[in-house]
């Protein structure tokens, strides 16, 4: 079979290639990074070099493809970031058409079937609906919980005031998972002759903050870690510090509120299972290398 991912070799995209390209499939991988084209060839896998803003190229490589896994590329340089959200998707929606790809494997996010209230999110509720408007087109839309990784922005934070911290209490309770896990659940949809329209969750473990600041703490030797409530106007100031665009900042302010409110997850509580196997206590130790290698 033959596959198209983007996402370069990202942190879900590259375990994707590696597990179809170990099932023979022919991959072929789209990178905007010239760099990376050794690295895709090493995997077994195919290199297109381009933009997904560059239509006609996403039409070539999407061309002959059984299925291909979207997603769309962070860029926080964009003033306007929903809409390169949008235009991604219009990009994806176009190239699909005139490709003819019968099958995609979609990334979206857990709160995803909200329009509204949940930041950049709300860009990815945007991309599905644009991608379920394809006639004959089967659309699996993944919406992953609040990806551990996310954590090691946390390290110097962690170093250098001895907190976690966000604009929600630690009584809130997370959805989380890892990209590995993520990946597992895409190339297995990418292999699977799915039809229609629909969306999956996948969740790897789930907790309330002080828990999690409990866990990783004990992990790097600081077992009584607190997770501090700041306001909307210190997140959005370490974040601009960091060197985040303002508007872009602010979308990730208003998803704190939607994660304090609990209104991200309430449709995947509708139907909870648990798809991803790497609970956080797993991750606390992959954390925890990462904290002491940059003591």
């Known amino acids: 079979m033959k596959y198209t991912v983007t996402g370069s070799l990202g942190n879900i995209s590259k375990h994707i290639v590696d597990i179809l390209v170990k099932n023979g499939h022919d991959v072929t991988v789209i990178s905007s990074n010239p760099q990376k084209q050794t690295a895709i060839e090493a995997l077994g896998a195919k290199a297109a070099i381009g933009s997904v803003t560059d239509a006609a190229f996403l039409t070539n490589a999407f061309k002959g493809a059984d299925a291909v896994y979207t997603m769309v590329p962070p860029d926080f340089t964009k003033s306007d970031y929903r809409q390169h959200m949008a235009d991604t998707g219009k990009n994806y929606l176009g190239a699909i058409k005139a490709s003819g790809v019968k099958r995609v494997v979609n990334l979206s996010s857990i709160g995803a079937h909200l329009s509204a209230g949940t930041g950049p999110i709300a860009g990815l509720h945007e991309v599905e609906q644009l991608l379920n408007t394809l006639d004959g087109v089967a659309i699996k839309h993944l919406r992953p919980g609040f990806f551990y990784t996310n954590f090691f922005f946390d390290v110097a934070v962690i170093r250098n005031h001895g907190i976690m911290g966000s604009n929600y209490s630690a009584d809130s309770k997370l959805s989380m998972v890892h990209p590995k896990d993520i990946a597992v659940v895409a190339a297995q949809e990418l292999q699977t002759a799915f039809e229609g329209k629909s969306h999956e969750y996948i969740v790897s473990d789930e907790r309330k903050m002080a828990e999690v600041a409990q866990t990783l703490g004990a992990a790097i030797g600081k077992p009584e870690l607190p997770w501090v409530t700041i306001s909307d106007e210190q997140l959005l100031g370490g ?22 409110k609990g209104i991200l997850f309430e449709d995947f509580h509708k139907q909870p299972e648990f ?3 790497t609970k956080l206590t797993d991750f606390a130790n992959e954390f925890a290398a990462v904290y002491n290698s940059n003591q």
């Open 239 to 260: 974040m601009t510090g960091a060197g985040m665009g303002d508007s872009i900042a602010r979308l990730y302010v208003e998803m704190g509120h939607a994660i304090g």
């Open 275 to 277: 798809a991803g196997k």
